[in-house]
């Protein structure tokens, strides 16, 4: 690797504490609720510290009921010592032959639970005997589960409108909830947000529950607290039950954010009590029973040995210890997705279509290595993984090429339109036709475009894909709900490949479907052998192994730009866009990105941008603060990133172009969706590549440093890569030390009881 040692010294360096020069996925103590860019970890709460969901074999429970200790009846004083003898043999007799039921089918809930998770389940049980309303408890005790079921839903095509703001609450509605907040001393703005978080009776819900403030994005706990004191007065205590309910709300959508579909119970009683909550059992109780949260209750893997002991121990008729469990709890929304994702899944793995292996093996043929493997692998097989880095995006391509030739529909689906496009060119490059142009045609798409019927094949009158084989390119970006949109919209008998780089950024939203899959290994999984080529890609192959090497690069395509400051890293950055990469490795200025740790900061994308715009495309920002031909990242949904190009503005919004299409964003939702993009976020980055890229690494961006972030950011560079260097020896120990943060998840578990054979 090559230094560049030209500095200049710039003062401001920001401090290290300022939230937003942590990126999206990396927060700092104090992150507010919003996906954004998507996130790892929830600051100080103790979600953060959550254990990793991989459990055992037993099948979840949500929400049924049942007696908190077996088989412990209670004699009465006047029975005799001879007949409670013979009642305390009967009581025993009955535990046996329970426990030797219990083998043949999943845990029950509430059987083997005392103290807290007893207690817990109380609340379910009080819906089931009436004492409570139902609320949004599941109703019936779940039957046992079929080998192959049918999906829970069939998703409708989703009809494309333009980038309209969706309906909103009734303006009356919003003018009430307005006069409520001005009440409470709460900003006024946030009416549109409550009216539509609490609907048409947000005002007088609101009064009745100000804690209700905590449903909308960005609001934290103390300043629920202080709107509610502002409309309480002196009824306002930190023991309400409305607020410890809000509380659990709130502390699990914050572990949505950073990626956990559910929480285990220790880490949310602890978060709760960091948050002031004085009983936090209480709290998660009251939460459960008014259907605000879910509880769940995994079956843990535990070593053969101990379970071999508690089986002899059953048919001994001795007493046997229970069965180690977890109890989880988690919004319904991401319960159902998962357990939907799973049954998806599982009907994908069981059901596949019997064609001739002749052909299948004769299209194999006609390729070598690993993708004669993937392809001889989805011949016989619902559902396989396949994982590799950059490079290895060719053996997906090979399959297929292979697919058409057999006469089957075959579509990919990619993250971002960048990696539709590629992959696209790699086929049409495999097949010796001519590069597809960007966006044309049904067989490559976009994840959002297919779900949306905005792009794809179509679908059958079910609401069924109408193809036979998907390849979803880019996995791990996958969050638990569009997963199981996409395996609930495939067809009985399609065909899913699942492909990706498990060594980069998780998604944005919560789960983590691809490294769940490739740890309950539930289905075929081929590893490519195909490296990344040139420096750069032994560079980034050595950092997803742990390893920071000293790479020989002999035309510079790495270069390390170090800097004392976050002022001096701005300039270089500046630099190195608008002159250095330019006139070196011929790479204009568009076709260059810089990636940066956070937003926020002397040093985040917000400076960043400022510098490149006032450098590349200086301008008065008279539209909204954008100017023709400006470069800008479009979200149109959490956790969605679209770089593209502004091209004008009137009366409709701002007309932005990306990936050869037009798209215009409403005047109204400028502000909030796009800013400006020649400095984007590691995640905002993942799915994409550029020319050059250069990476920008302040000093106070050390904590935000993790292996899967550097990973993912050099990784975006194709022929050149520079790295404006401030954070010394925290790069080398990030790439060393710093894994990706767990997520607590419940699909490993959930999977194995659906297909108990691992291959």
Not at 75 to 86: L, N, Y
Request: aromatic content about 2%; glycine content about 12%; proline content about 8%.
């Amino acid at each position: 690797m090559s230094t560049e040692p030209e500095t200049t010294r710039d003062a401001g360096a920001p401090t290290a504490a300022d939230p937003e020069t942590q990126d999206a996925g990396e927060p700092s103590a104090g992150t507010e609720r919003g996906r954004g860019d998507g996130a790892e970890q929830t600051g100080g709460d103790a979600s953060a510290t959550a254990a990793d969901g991989e459990g055992g074999d037993g099948d979840a429970v949500t929400g049924v009921g049942g007696s908190g200790a077996e088989g412990e009846g209670e004699t009465p004083a006047q029975r005799s010592e001879a007949e409670a003898e013979i009642a305390a043999q009967r009581l025993e007799r009955e535990r046996i032959e329970r426990r030797k039921a219990e083998k043949q089918g999943p845990i029950a809930s509430g059987g083997k639970l005392s103290g807290t998770a007893a207690d817990l389940l109380a609340a379910v049980r009080a819906v089931e005997s009436g004492a409570k309303p139902a609320a949004a408890f599941s109703g019936p005790e779940p039957t046992p589960r079929r080998a192959a079921p049918e999906p829970v839903r069939r998703p409708q095509p989703v009809a494309v409108t333009g980038a309209g703001p969706a309906a909103g609450p009734a303006p009356e509605t919003v003018e009430a909830v307005r006069r409520v907040l001005a009440e409470g001393g709460a900003p006024e703005a946030l009416a549109p947000q409550v009216g539509a978080a609490l609907g048409e009776g947000a005002p007088d819900e609101l009064r009745a529950d100000p804690w209700q403030l905590l449903r909308v994005a960005g609001v934290r706990p103390e300043q629920a607290d202080g709107f509610a004191r502002a409309l309480l007065g002196a009824d306002c205590r930190p023991d309400d039950e409305r607020r410890g309910r809000a509380v659990v709300g709130w502390l699990l959508e914050q572990a949505a954010v950073a990626g956990h579909t559910a929480l285990e119970l220790p880490a949310l009683t602890a978060a709760l009590a960091q948050r002031g909550v004085p009983d936090g059992e209480a709290a998660v109780q009251n939460a459960l029973a008014e259907g605000e949260a879910l509880v769940f209750q995994d079956a843990l893997e535990e070593p053969a040995a101990a379970a071999g002991r508690r089986d002899d121990a059953a048919q001994d008729g001795e007493e046997a210890q229970p069965r180690p469990v977890r109890v989880l709890v988690g919004l319904e929304r991401y319960a159902l997705a998962e357990e939907s994702l799973a049954d998806g899944l599982a009907r994908v793995i069981n059901a596949l279509p019997k064609e001739a292996a002749a052909e299948w093996e004769a299209a194999a043929a006609t390729v070598s290595g690993s993708a004669a493997e993937l392809i001889r692998a989805v011949a016989g097989h619902g559902l396989v993984l396949h994982t590799g880095g950059e490079a290895a995006r060719a053996e997906p391509a090979a399959l297929l090429g292979a697919t058409r030739a057999l006469g089957l529909r075959a579509v990919a689906a990619c993250h971002t339109a960048d990696g539709r496009d590629r992959l696209a060119a790699a086929v049409t490059t495999a097949e010796g036709g001519s590069v597809a142009v960007a966006g044309a045609g049904t067989d490559f798409v976009t994840v959002a475009g297919l779900l949306s019927g905005a792009e794809g094949p179509g679908r059958d009158p079910e609401g069924a894909l109408e193809l036979d084989l998907l390849v979803l390119p880019d996995a791990p970006q996958l969050d638990v709900e569009s997963a199981a949109m996409v395996v609930e919209s495939l067809p009985d008998g399609a065909r899913l490949v699942l492909s990706g780089d498990p060594a980069v950024l998780w998604s944005a939203g919560p789960g983590r479907v691809f490294a769940d899959l490739l740890a309950a290994r539930v289905c075929p999984q081929i590893a490519s052998r195909t490296p990344d080529p040139g420096p750069i890609g032994e560079l980034v192959s050595g950092i997803g192994i742990g390893e920071l090497n000293q790479v020989d690069a002999p035309g510079k395509e790495i270069v390390i730009v170090p800097v004392r400051d976050a002022g001096e890293a701005v300039h270089r950055t500046v630099q190195l866009v608008a002159d250095s990469v330019p006139r070196a490795f011929g790479v204009p200025s568009e076709q260059t990105m810089v990636i940066t740790p956070g937003h926020g900061g002397a040093a985040g994308t917000r400076a960043l941008n400022a510098a490149l715009k006032e450098r590349l495309n200086p301008g008065p920002g008279r539209f909204g603060g954008f100017d023709p031909g400006d470069r800008v990242v479009h979200s149109p949904a959490p956790g969605r990133a679209l770089p593209g190009l502004v091209v004008k503005a009137d009366t409709d919004g701002l007309h932005l172009e990306y990936a050869g299409e037009s798209v215009v964003v409403p005047k109204d939702q400028v502000e909030r969706s796009v800013r400006h993009g020649w400095a984007l976020t590691a995640h905002q980055a993942v799915g994409s590549r550029w020319p050059a890229a250069v990476v920008v690494l302040p000093g106070d961006a050390a904590q935000a440093l993790s292996r899967p972030w550097i990973y993912t950011a050099f990784g975006r560079a194709e022929r050149h890569l520079s790295v404006v260097h401030g954070v010394e020896q925290a790069l080398p120990r990030a790439v060393a030390e710093v894994p990706a943060k767990p997520r607590t998840t419940r699909l490993p578990t959930l999977l194995r009881a659906q297909v108990p054979t691992a291959h």
